[in-house]
């Protein structure tokens, strides 16, 4: 494996080494890297934990074609390493050899839609990853891309603006003209795996799962990760050491989707944009919290292993998954084998992953037609926020309408993902009406004790935590 990290950045191959001399470290972000280049400071630090959009840049990938995949996201969240083999796009990059200004960057003049210099390279970073998306995106889509970027000085309307009459598809510009010579440099990066050792620092990146496995196997306390948005913030706001990493974010076995009449699985490798893509049509209640899910930027990176594998109290994807009846695959050395998602976390930040396992992928089984599903998150703003309360619900019903199996998942109720189990005990058997519902919803309590914290106290989780029953049971009510 080697020592050192090489990707495309101002049309050019840059290699980074990594050794007891380097200035640089192995979670130094993409953000500190590129504000230490004298010609890269368009790109902003502005809350360090991906919420403002202010640090957004673009990677580009290959695709299986040999095409580039042009994404948004937030270079405070990303790794030096994790953009070893990619392009490297900043604001400054825009500007065509002839010094006019991108189709994005001259729409943002026109229409009056540039701001102060702190945010408007991020908004205009966001806008040309949607540029180089080819087709003609619609007022959602643009509203959807945009949300991760916090700033409106100059109000929402003329970025809007901007953003249509850029964003015309086609997708045309330099980097098009160019494609074909970037994409030779991006082939010509060695792809096997590296390994960076610093005094401080291991950072492991195998190319091949057999790799992967012999690593975490032989370092049973180092930290996998696979988009790391949320083990990158102990870097960026607890400015913590991170010892040694095992990054999974090139192994394509993580990344492989198949599907057949009972089932949907998903490797744990795929990023959360693609999943939304993936379950809109027949998993309607996991696409419903994904659309909530972080930002774009983030969505981008992060991955549905990875959110499982946090164990956050919160769970983003682990009530719906829940929900679903879905199984965790898991993969070591020694086989192969499956969990429930309903049992996989065993505490706080703690799950059924033994040392010396991979979470592989996740198999959704197609729900029956007496299922009836519906997820709910309870959060300040609807874009960009972390839940209070988030839940995800599934009862099925027998022809006279009676209960014969449910399930009721929470986040943010307890120190880990949980279901209401003396809710569902109760509701087993009986009557899918208002009165058994309402009977439930004085159980709930006797399942959680959560806690007051700065995004809601104990007693408004608990009331919402009933409530949603209720709205759940209202809206499956025919």
């Known amino acids: ?40 400071r368009g790109v902003k630090e502005g809350c360090a934990e991906g919420d403002c959009g202010a640090c957004t840049v673009v990677v580009g990938e290959l695709r299986a074609d040999k095409s580039i995949n042009y994404r948004a996201v937030d270079s405070c969240l990303l790794f030096l390493p994790m953009i070893h083999g990619k392009q490297l796009i900043t604001v400054e990059n825009l500007k065509g050899s002839s010094g006019n200004l991108h189709p994005v960057q001259q729409a943002m003049v026109d229409f009056h839609g540039s701001q102060c210099g702190f945010c408007t390279p991020g908004i205009v970073m966001t806008l040309f990853a949607l540029y180089k998306g080819g087709t003609k995106p619609s007022q959602d889509e643009i509203a959807e891309a945009l949300a991760g970027n916090l700033c409106r000085c100059t109000g929402y309307e003329p970025i809007l603006k901007a953003a249509v009459a850029a964003c015309n598809g086609g997708g045309r510009d330099q980097f098009s003209v160019d494609e074909a010579r970037i994409v030779g440099l991006l082939k010509s990066i060695s792809p096997d795996g590296i390994s960076l050792s610093t005094d401080l620092q291991r950072y492991d990146q195998p190319a091949t799962l057999d790799e992967c496995l ?65 379950v809109k049509n027949d998993f309607p209640g996991l696409y419903q919290m994904l659309t909530v899910f972080a930002a774009q930027q983030i969505r981008n990176v992060a991955t549905l292993g990875g959110n499982i594998g946090t164990a956050s109290p919160i769970g983003d994807t682990l009530p719906v998954l829940m929900a679903y009846g879905a199984e965790i695959i898991l993969q070591s050395r ?27 992928a996740v198999a959704l089984p197609r729900p029956s037609a007496v299922s009836r599903i519906r997820t709910y998150k309870v959060s300040k703003r609807r874009d960009l926020d972390i839940a209070t309360v988030s839940a995800a619900f599934r009862v099925d019903l027998d022809e006279k309408g009676i209960v014969s199996d449910i399930t009721l998942a929470y986040g943010g ?60 049971w209202s809206e499956t009510t025919e």
């Open 1 to 40: 494996m080697s020592n050192s990290i090489a990707f495309v950045l101002d049309g050019n191959a840059v290699e980074i080494g990594f050794d007891r001399s380097s200035r640089l470290a192995p979670t130094t972000t993409v953000l500190n890297y590129l504000r230490g280049l004298p010609q890269h």
């Open 214 to 278: 012999v690593l975490v196997e032989k370092f049973p306390d180092a930290l996998i990760i696979n988009g790391a948005t949320d083990v990158a913030l102990r870097v960026t706001k607890k400015f913590e050491i991170l010892r040694h990493i095992i990054d999974c974010s090139r192994i394509a076995e993580l990344r492989t989707v198949s599907s057949d009449s009972h089932a949907l699985t998903i490797g744990a490798g795929v990023r959360i944009s693609e999943v939304m893509k993936l």
């Open 334 to 360: 020694r086989g192969m084998r499956r969990v429930k998602a309903a049992s996989f976390v065993k505490g706080y930040r703690t799950t059924d992953r033994q040392p010396d396992e991979l979470i592989m």
């Open 413 to 472: 109720m307890a120190e880990c993902t949980k279901r209401s189990i003396s809710a569902e005990a109760f509701l087993k058997g009986k009557a899918w009406n208002r009165q058994s519902v309402e009977g439930a919803q004085l159980l709930i309590d006797m399942d959680f004790s959560p806690i007051s914290d700065v995004r809601g106290s104990a007693e408004f989780r608990k009331i919402a935590a009933r409530n949603l029953l209720l709205k759940f």
